[in-house]
């Protein structure tokens, strides 16, 4: 009896192919998406080291009107770096916390006041104040930039 296949020679070189072929694929598919996560982070990066570099706030004056439910808040940037955007995380007893956005910026080497406003369930203690800045685009949180208010008196 004659049996005709394919020989064990020639079957180990037709799966070596196959799994070159699939690993060939597989590498230049993840190189599409490592580049892509690259070029997505790096600005976020870059603005993370913008942050340690460039930017840096005091608090000048801080107090809080009970009657509106406002904080004013009056910032000064010490350094060069235009700060577009800031947070303020107001905070209240027990840690519980609300963070709301203040739109005013503040320019190199100046002062601004910008008023927070907060729910009726909390009663803030104090605020930090997180300036953000915009790094080709993307917002980037200078979170390592905060600063944190005494205790909260009345204006």
């Known amino acids: 009896m004659n049996k005709k296949g394919v020989s064990p020679l020639i079957a180990t070189v037709l799966l070596i192919g196959l799994v070159i072929a699939i690993l060939a694929s597989i590498m230049l598919w993840s190189k599409g998406i490592i580049k892509e996560e690259i070029e997505k982070r790096a600005p976020i990066s ?37 700060i577009p955007k800031f947070k303020g995380r107001i905070i209240g007893p027990e840690g519980k916390t609300f963070v709301q956005d203040g739109d005013k910026p503040i320019s190199a080497f100046s002062k601004a006041t910008i008023y927070f406003g907060y729910p009726p369930d909390i009663t803030p203690e104090f605020i930090e104040i997180i300036p953000a800045i915009n790094q080709e685009g993307i917002e980037v949180t200078c979170e390592n930039q905060k600063v944190k208010s005494k205790k909260l008196d009345t204006c």
Do not use: H, L, P
């Open 46 to 82: 870059q603005g993370k080291f913008v942050c340690q570099t460039e930017v840096e706030i005091d608090i000048e004056e801080v107090c809080i009107d009970s009657a509106s439910r406002r904080i004013k808040v009056t910032i000064k940037n010490n350094k060069e770096r235009y």
